[in-house]
């Protein structure tokens, strides 16, 4: 990583200046210091302005009806679905919109289970499991990419397996060989935890995978808005995806999924919109994306997204990468010099992002979120929907200070100086 592209002060505070709520001042007059965007980024004007635009003067429901705007609205929304694509190294009809990342997975899941229950063979059978079955995780995954794998696995007698974590929360790949077998159908795993920050070394995985057959779904998450990211060649089969993480709005999110297996794959959603002929008995379907896109759908938050990754692209995804990984490293070393921290996750800024969840020796994370609120500083306290991997590090809650693109230096400092002071606040270590 060459943290000389990282933003200069002039470009970061141009880049500040896009997002109105970075000047948001607290009720007792505190400058706000956001350091909450793993769990949602904030949002440049541009995004606002690009909805507005769509509602403004083209806002109709798309793939249907005969009139102009209707057209329009698709264009707009296609138009978006191409830019998402492209930003992942997809082709559009690979990326299906959904409302966010736990969508992606659960509609994975009900097509999976669709599969499985649709005994009349043909090319969804490749999506079919059962006894005898694995479904593989890993410990460090975010409950949505945990909890509908376990119910597949429930419905299905398939069994659940998973990669432990390692004391620093990165996946053990040395368990590969022991957890990745020839009846392995699905290798689930995050591309980078939102607890210990850790980016998965994704080829492992994916050559352990492929070569017994099993198809890898990637909760990119975490890792979309930190990292270029290329699905192409990281060779995964499923990748999902949440727009608030990255400059977008909320209520939209993308499963990619390759095109040729989204060819074959059932739909785990049915309604309106993914049908072609419908009798009282039975439908056929459409063809990837429109299958996988039953309902109306949130065409202004697809075209946000779109300005979003927009707004991305015209920095560099290198860049914010360069910027994330300078502030991180200045963090890390930071919090290495505070007495009665324990950052839970790798301690270098390589090979990790900029969410960082501490322990604070004798300070539960809930007096400790307390102590920086009031000192103007968003973290985030408990799990962060995220317990086994906690568990695994001999926690049951942390605090996570998480950064984005806008985050400063100074901002940083501020929140090493007051963390500096928890313990001692709450009368520890004295
Ligand atoms: N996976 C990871 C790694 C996450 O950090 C999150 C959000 N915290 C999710 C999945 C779920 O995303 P969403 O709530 O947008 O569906």
Redesign the pocket.
């Known amino acids: 990583m060459t943290d000389s592209l990282a933003l200069s002060d002039i470009e970061l505070a141009a880049i500040r200046a896009d997002f109105p709520l970075l000047g948001h001042r607290l009720a007792d007059g505190k400058e706000l210091v956001y350091l909450d965007t793993?769990?949602?980024s904030q949002r440049p004007r541009v995004v606002e302005e690009a909805m507005r635009e769509f509602t403004e003067n083209h806002n109709a429901a798309v793939h249907r009806g005969a009139h102009q705007l209707a057209a329009e609205a698709t264009l707009a929304y296609e138009a978006a679905r191409a830019g998402v694509a492209d930003f992942l190294g997809a082709s559009p009809e690979e990326l299906v919109f959904t409302?966010?990342?736990?969508?992606?997975?659960n509609l994975l899941v009900a097509s999976f289970l669709a599969a499985s229950g649709n005994k009349s063979g043909g090319s969804s059978q490749r999506f079919a499991v059962g006894p005898g079955d694995r479904i593989v995780v890993t410990e460090a995954?975010?409950?949505?990419?945990l909890v509908p794998w376990q119910r597949l696995a429930q419905l299905t007698g398939a069994e659940l397996a998973w990669l432990p974590v390692d004391s620093a929360g990165r996946i053990r790949l040395d368990e590969i060989s022991r957890v990745i077998g020839p009846r392995s159908r699905i290798v689930a795993f995050?591309?980078?935890?939102?607890v210990s920050g850790a980016v998965t070394p994704v080829a492992p995985l994916v050559d352990a995978a492929h070569q017994v057959g099993a198809l890898t779904v990637m909760?990119?998450?975490?890792?979309a808005p930190h990292q270029p990211l290329d699905v192409g060649a990281l060779r995964v089969d499923f990748a999902?995806?949440?727009?608030?993480?990255m400059l977008g709005p909320?209520g939209i999110?993308g499963l990619y999924g390759r095109a040729e297996l989204l060819q074959a794959m059932p739909p785990g959603s049915l309604g309106g919109s993914m049908v072609e002929i419908v009798t009282m008995r039975e439908a056929t379907f459409q063809p990837p994306p429109a299958r996988f896109e039953a309902g109306t759908q949130a065409v202004t938050q697809a075209v946000g997204w779109a300005a979003a990754i927009a707004y991305l692209n015209d920095l560099g995804m290198d860049r914010v990468a360069a910027q994330e990984h300078a502030l991180t490293s200045r963090l890390l070393a930071g919090l290495a010099r505070i007495p009665g921290l324990r950052v839970l996750g790798p301690a270098e800024a390589d090979g990790r992002i900029g969410?960082v969840a501490l322990e604070i020796e004798g300070v539960h994370p809930h007096d400790a979120g307390q102590f920086l609120d009031a000192e103007g500083i968003a973290v985030r306290v408990g799990h962060?929907?995220?317990q086994p991997i906690h568990r695994a590090m001999g926690v049951t809650s942390s605090t996570r200070a998480s950064l984005g693109l806008y985050n400063t230096a100074l901002e940083v400092d501020r929140f090493l100086d007051a963390v500096s002071q928890v313990r001692s606040y709450f009368g520890v270590g004295r």
């Not at 409302?99 to 997975?105: E, L, N, V």
């Not at 909760?219 to 890792?223: I, K, R, S, V």
Request: charged share 10%; proline share 0%.
């Open positions: 793993a769990a949602t409302s966010g990342t736990t969508a992606g997975i995954e975010h409950h949505s990419n995050t591309g980078a935890s939102n909760d990119a998450a975490q890792l999902v995806l949440s727009a608030h993480k909320n999110g969410a962060h929907c995220a």
